[in-house]
């Protein structure tokens, strides 16, 4: 059994990463958050010691590690911005880190972590769960066997979120990175994984809501937009009650891939734990389109751009 520290448990991904590290037969012995509506812990680790401040966190899990119990893994699910100074917090206790998305914001703070890696001998993984889903893997299977051919893709997501949703941190660039951080980098994690590397990164649109451009990667063309308007929720959807439109096309064809994700999390720990997972190298590619999108000049609607662009 290993033992795990979760820093950010009363966030909205934390009960994935509770259920994934129940589901593999290890514990959580030590939870931080500085909100403390935490009850859900009951469901999964009642005995676990809970903090609502980082130092009193730290020097917990400090006295554990001078006690002959250090963690031998901390789970982060804090605020994007965050990510970089609890990774670390975590190879300076000895323990391996696994974060979630984005694992930091900035390409160059990519660098840091690997060198960190190499200096401790510590693991830092970085949660990459769609390339475990199964409509995901058929896809890329599909692809490799048209090694010369270029796709054409229509990416959209809109998730609506209320008033509440700018005024938190998701929706402060600094803390966020952003719309295309906060709500695509797992989009664009699974394309350049599946079609290759970036070629041309075009952003046609970019506001505290929508973003949309153009990705040209080694066998593709994307198309795509992101969105938390739910003004942008296609009428048809809004007339069965739901908030939320994803859809991803591939040369005209649907990708469904709208259920399997309850288990997704629970696969990459098992890998993590198997020796396997995925790490800063593989995370920095969606880092830097990321980051050349919320520092992009925007692009003139002319050429091809995502048909949402047209209303």
Known sequence: MKTFGIIGVAGYIAVRHLKAVKETGNEVVAALDNFDSVGIMDSYFPDADFFTEFE?????????????????????????????????????????????????????NVEGLMDLEKESGQKIYNILQLRYHPAILELKKKIEQQPDKIHDIDLTYITSRGKWYHFSWKGDPLKSGGIATNIGIHFFDMLTWIFGDVEQNITHKLTDTDAAGMLVLKKARVRWFLSVDYENVPAEIKEKGQRTYRSITVNGEEIEFSGGFTDLHTKSYEEILNGNGYGPADARTSIEIVHDIRNAKISSLTGDFHPFLKK
């Open 56 to 108: 009193r966190f730290d020097r917990h899990v400090d006295k554990l590690k001078r006690h002959g119990s250090p963690l031998d893994y901390v789970s982060i699910c804090s605020p994007n911005y965050l990510h970089d100074s609890h990774i670390r917090f975590a190879i300076r206790q000895g323990a391996n880190a696994i974060c979630e998305k984005p694992l930091v914001l900035n390409p160059w």
